[in-house]
């Protein structure tokens, strides 16, 4: 009798280590948890223009597609204080320039075509040349390319005088190419800190190539309308 009793227990008990998995601990049987132990995807912070800029980038907006030709990029914000914008052989870029700025509700400039020496002051930190003869334009003037020339100088020294920043532009395309032209920009190319180029107008490198003797940051746009653009973000509007 007792040997049975003995039996009975023993098999029960066998029956209950086979119920609880015998030995084994139960958590090893357990699925684990991946919303736990998974990083969420929003942990790395998305990227912002101040982070970027923090980086040290100096690429315009993705969608921009400014070319610079081996050049430094232009940078966000580069173009501090007020701007005075003014034409480099008389064609009529520079006051197309100053239009499109009008229409895109920018502040921070001044438009004067055929400003001298004299009303280039303090008041200004950026001089904008917009460079392309006209003959036409130059006769419209009162100017003779003699002239201006020598009115381009003045205004040019007058603002290395006072530190001014000088932006050189060339959005006539090849339209703005040729004798006179090619005079007005060996003029004021060279002085440029920034320059913003419609790329037909340099299919020949001719401006690269001055820039290139300073790594002057340029920006080479498709259309001149693309040069309202670039200004605005120069100037960090």
């Known amino acids: 009798m007792k040997k049975l009793i003995v039996f009975v227990l023993a098999l029960a008990m066998v029956l209950s280590l086979a119920a609880c998995g015998g030995d084994t601990p139960a958590s ?4 684990q948890s991946t919303q ?34 081996g050049l430094p990029a232009v940078t966000q914000g580069c173009l501090k204080g007020e701007l005075l914008i003014t034409s480099v052989g008389q064609s009529t ?8 700025l009008k229409r895109a509700k920018a502040t921070g400039y ?6 001298d020496a004299n009303a280039v002051t303090s008041k200004y930190s ?7 003869g006209s003959s036409k334009g130059l006769g419209g003037a009162g100017l003779d390319q003699a002239a201006e020339t020598a009115r381009v100088t003045a205004v ?19 339209d703005r190419r040729g004798t006179l032209s090619d005079a007005f920009i060996d003029l004021a ?24 003797k300073n790594n ?5 746009v498709e259309k001149s309308v693309d040069a309202r653009t670039v200004i605005t973000y120069m100037m960090g509007q």
């Open 36 to 69: 736990a132990t998974q990083a969420p995807e929003t942990t790395k912070a998305p990227e912002t223009a101040a982070s970027t800029e923090a980086a040290g980038s100096e690429a315009a907006p993705a969608d921009a597609n400014w070319d610079t030709k």
């Open 28 to 31: 090893t049987n357990a699925p």
């Open 126 to 132: 950026v001089l904008v040349m917009v460079v392309g």
């Open 93 to 100: 870029e520079a006051a197309t320039l100053a239009n499109l």
């Open 216 to 220: 002057v940051p340029t920006a080479y």
């Open 156 to 174: 040019i020294k007058k603002a290395q005088e006072l530190g001014m920043t000088i932006v050189c532009m060339h959005t006539g395309g090849t």
């Open 110 to 115: 001044t438009f004067d075509g055929t400003v």
């Open 189 to 212: 190319f060279p002085y440029a800190q920034y320059a913003v180029i419609q790329v037909d107008g340099d299919t020949d490198n001719y401006m690269h190539d001055i820039l290139a």
